[in-house]
């Protein structure tokens, strides 16, 4: 009985001692894991930081030594070009009055920010205006222009027309990029020039040169100018028209007045193609009056011929009687 009690008091000690070791090499365990845990955590960190300063370090490259090559990339790219277009329109409208839609023709494109060009106005028989004026309008206003200016009457004919003249001006500003390098040149051998004959020579090749280069400015100034501003020609005609708006229908005294208008044309026409016919005919009858004269004067020489051989015959005849 007291050998099972000494032993039993044992047996609980030994174990506890034993779980006490046990926690003891868990929390090492547990203390090397967390040391393990937080270096790798600091690897972690350190490659993180590398990560952000590589990604630093592109978005700086693409910045800085990086835009060379973004640069460089777009300069690659295909470049759009921009197309210069001429446009020019004519229109023919059959307006009540001339003078009213000349000024709303001026008002629009002056209210479009453009001009009136050349302008003329004519008057027939009837007393009726027409007009042909010349409108310049920035190319943006063109088309709202053009349909107001066909919507103030009756349209009778409209043309329109886009000339791309993009290739003309890429070429006179390539031209006149060279030209301004070679009139740089020039200038500079002047400088460099000692003796008279070459400043004499180089003053003629300048000379030469800036005259051409004025030429394309000017060129490229007119090119400009034409994409800019649209032209368009409007011709307005006045057309008479009764009360009711409709046009005037074509009466008895109409009818007469253009057969006596008629008539009055080819008696003209007559009279020119006689006056033309005159002097011919006049040549003619005095050529016939000759030719008659002539034939005439023959004639009578023939028969004087004739009668004085008859009576000589006769003559002779009676002596021999004798």
Same mark, same amino acid.
């Given at each position: 009985m007291r050998a099972r009690r000494s032993v039993r008091p044992g047996r609980p000690l030994a174990g506890l001692l034993l779980a006490a070791a046990l926690a003891l090499t868990g929390c090492g365990a547990g203390g090397g894991d967390s040391a393990g845990g937080g270096s790798a955590a600091d690897?972690?960190?350190?490659?993180?930081?590398e990560a952000a300063s590589q990604a630093d370090g592109r978005e700086d490259g693409a910045y800085?030594?990086?835009a060379s090559g973004a640069g460089g990339a777009k300069a690659s790219a295909p470049k759009l070009t921009t197309h210069h277009i001429v446009r020019t329109a004519s229109l023919t409208v059959q307006v009540d009055s001339v003078p009213k839609a000349l000024e709303a023709a001026r008002a629009d494109a002056e209210g479009a920010g453009g001009y009136v060009g050349d302008e003329t106005t004519? +008057?027939?028989e009837d007393g009726h205006e027409r007009t042909r004026v010349v409108l310049r309008v920035p190319v943006e206003r063109y088309d709202g222009v053009l349909a107001g !200016?066909?919507?103030?009457?009756? !349209?009778?004919e409209r043309r329109a027309k886009a000339e791309d003249v993009t290739d003309q001006v890429v070429d006179v500003e390539s031209r006149i990029k060279s030209q301004r390098a070679s009139v740089a040149r020039v200038r500079a051998l002047m400088d460099?020039?000692? +003796?008279l004959s070459d400043v004499v020579t180089l003053e003629g090749e300048l000379s030469s040169r800036q005259t051409e280069l004025e030429a394309l400015l000017a060129r490229q100034a007119s090119l400009k100018d034409r994409t800019a501003l649209a032209t368009i020609t409007l011709s307005l005609t006045e057309t008479p028209v009764t009360e009711s708006g409709r046009e005037d229908d074509p009466g008895f005294l109409d009818a007469l007045a253009?057969?006596?208008?008629?008539?009055?044309?080819v008696l003209r026409w007559l009279t020119v193609a006689l006056g033309a016919v005159l002097p011919f005919a006049a040549v003619a009858a005095l050529l016939v009056l000759l030719w008659l004269r002539v034939v005439r004067v023959r004639r009578a020489?023939?028969?004087?011929?004739?009668?004085?051989t008859g009576g000589t015959g006769g003559t002779g005849g009676t002596g021999a009687q004798d």
């Open positions: 690897s972690a960190a350190d490659s993180a930081k800085t030594g990086g004519t +008057r027939d !200016l066909e919507g103030a009457g009756k !349209l009778l460099q020039a000692t +003796r253009g057969g006596w208008d008629a008539f009055v044309t020489g023939g028969a004087a011929g004739a009668g004085g």
